[in-house]
Structures are given as structure tokens and as C-alpha cells.
């Protein structure tokens, strides 16, 4: 069976480029992993982007909804339910105006790579697929 992450590192943020969402579920599955999916293409702020990963990545009631808070999700209270597998993430059409700028979309980036960098400490993969609008 062809694995289409057989050239991807296996803790990385990139372009989801020439992947495309149903392959990167079907490689989760395939590899046991947690499969991540947030569509961002309505957000029209930070809070709005955060709102929307905590509801499709089906965060816990009492998320902070702010960019530490995403990092300990990503990584302390996953970490904290047990042995876990690897991740598959998505984050498909990231909001690029005026109320979510250049800083704020490289803010949100560093936290997916910063879970990145947890998760390989643990020798866990963790990989972060995104788009843009």
C-alpha cells in the first residue's frame, strides 16, 4: 500500500500542497493516528479561529480560547489522557485579512510547531497540514 507521508517528516508544520484532506485521513487510519480537522474558512478573527478549532477538534468545555490555552491542549492535556498514537492535523483556509494579519497566522503556526517539537521530544509524529484562503 502507497503511504503518501512516506516523504513528509514525521513532526512538521507545511502546505498541505499537493495532499489532499480525504488521502491525509485515509494515511491516519492507515497509521493508527489521530486525525485533526478544522475548515477556518469563515473565521473572520482570532477568536473566530479559535472558536472553530476547539468545536472541530472537539476541545473540553472549559478551553481558554487563546493561543496558550490551544498550545496545552495540543500537547499537556493530550498527553495527560494516556499513550497516544501520532497525530495527523489539518488546518484548511486559514483567514488572510485584515482582522487575522500576517502576525497573527504565524502566531497560530508556532503553536502547531511548537506541538510539533513536544511531540517529537516523545518521539511521537505530529503532523500539521495548511492552507490558506
Not at 512516506?6 to 488521502?23: C, E, G, W
Not at 500537547?75 to 495527560?80: E, F, G, P, R, S
Not at 486559514?94 to 510547531?113: M, T
Request: with cysteine; aromatic share 12%; net charge negative.
Amino acid at each position: 500500500m502507497d503511504m503518501p507521508l512516506r516523504t513528509v517528516r514525521p513532526n512538521i508544520v507545511q502546505s498541505i500542497r499537493a495532499f489532499r484532506v480525504q488521502d491525509l485521513q485515509e494515511a491516519a487510519t492507515q497509521l493508527g493516528h489521530h486525525f485533526l480537522y478544522a475548515n477556518l474558512g469563515n473565521a473572520q478573527s482570532k477568536q473566530d479561529v479559535l472558536d472553530m478549532i476547539a468545536a472541530q477538534y472537539t476541545f473540553p468545555a472549559h478551553f481558554g480560547k487563546n493561543f496558550d490555552a490551544l498550545y496545552d491542549c495540543m500537547t499537556d492535556l493530550v498527553h495527560k489522557s494516556g499513550a497516544q498514537p501520532g497525530f495527523i492535523v489539518l488546518l484548511e483556509q486559514i483567514p488572510a485579512h485584515a482582522k487575522f494579519d500576517k502576525e497573527a497566522r504565524e502566531q497560530l503556526l508556532d503553536i502547531f510547531r511548537d506541538a510539533a517539537d513536544y511531540w517529537a521530544d516523545g518521539k511521537l509524529p505530529f503532523r500539521c497540514f495548511d492552507s490558506f484562503l
